[in-house]
């Protein structure tokens, strides 16, 4: 499964960079104020599906555009382009992200972000990889120190339940705080120490699925913001661990 997870990802990664060098022929449609889709996405989620059905047919999928698809014991969880924003204005932030779940439990995650030619790798027990190189969360311990990624204008956001609350409590103490726009890359960002945490608010399963494994795998956590997983994606917090209670402190009360 591991390679096949390998092979099917790299090439939805070519196909959504294929569509992306060609933005101007792109329909852009709205889900919603915030969520945009494209014929980019459709397509690599329509090949994805085909690939796994075809190689797992007894298989489930959750998938972005087209939702669930039933079956037994494994279920795949695709987001075929995580940044569409990023992804239409022409930035490389935007990631293809495959999990795999075995009765709920997350065995294999793979995450590419094809304009940066990176290949993120987690397999449960077996560590997190980033083009065949081990990787690991930083050792960063003080949020004065850490640089944190999260995004504004979330989904299903309105002017009073923004993540902007979360981002003004949170910055005054911090090093730096960066935006993508894609939850897998800030993810596969703190697998590799290149952050130390990432917040965000109404994410969907297929957003984390590969993330969380490999911050897990990597050495890292991830949690709701009171350190429990009953509102996980609804308050989602990934990090080093190292910062983790600080920063989910500050999180579940924003307003202080």
């Not at 196909?15 to 980019?40: C, G």
């Not at 560590?127 to 299903?156: H, M, P």
């Amino acid at each position: 499964m591991k390679q096949f997870l390998k092979n099917i990802i790299l090439e939805a990664g070519k196909m959504a960079l294929d569509f992306q060098r060609k933005l101007a022929e792109l329909t852009v449609e709205r889900k919603s104020t915030t969520q945009l889709v494209t014929k980019a996405d459709q397509a690599v989620e329509e090949f994805l599906l085909r690939e796994i059905k075809k190689q797992y047919p007894g298989h489930a999928i959750l998938a972005e555009e087209t939702g669930s698809h039933a079956g037994r014991e494994y279920c795949w969880l695709i987001d075929p382009i995580d940044g569409t924003t990023s992804f239409i204005h022409g930035q490389p932030f935007f990631s293809v992200s495959i999990g795999l779940e075995q009765e709920g439990q997350s065995v294999l995650g793979a995450v590419y972000l094809p304009a940066l030619s990176e290949l993120f790798e987690a397999e449960k027990e077996h560590g997190a990889y980033c083009n065949g190189r081990k990787i690991q969360v930083s050792s960063r311990n003080r949020l004065a120190e850490s640089l944190i990624a999260t995004s504004l204008g979330c989904r299903g956001y309105t002017p009073l339940n923004d993540n902007l609350n979360h981002f003004l409590a949170v910055k005054s103490y911090l090093g730096g705080i960066r935006i993508t726009g894609s939850a897998a890359m800030h993810m596969c960002y703190v697998a590799a120490g290149r952050l130390d945490g990432y917040w965000q608010i109404n994410i969907q399963p297929y957003d984390a699925a590969a993330g969380k494994l490999l911050v897990t795998e990597a050495g890292g956590r991830y949690s709701d913001f009171a350190n429990g997983t009953e509102h996980l994606y609804r308050e989602f917090i990934a990090s080093n661990g190292k910062i983790h209670n600080e920063l989910s402190e500050i999180l579940l009360a924003p307003e202080r």
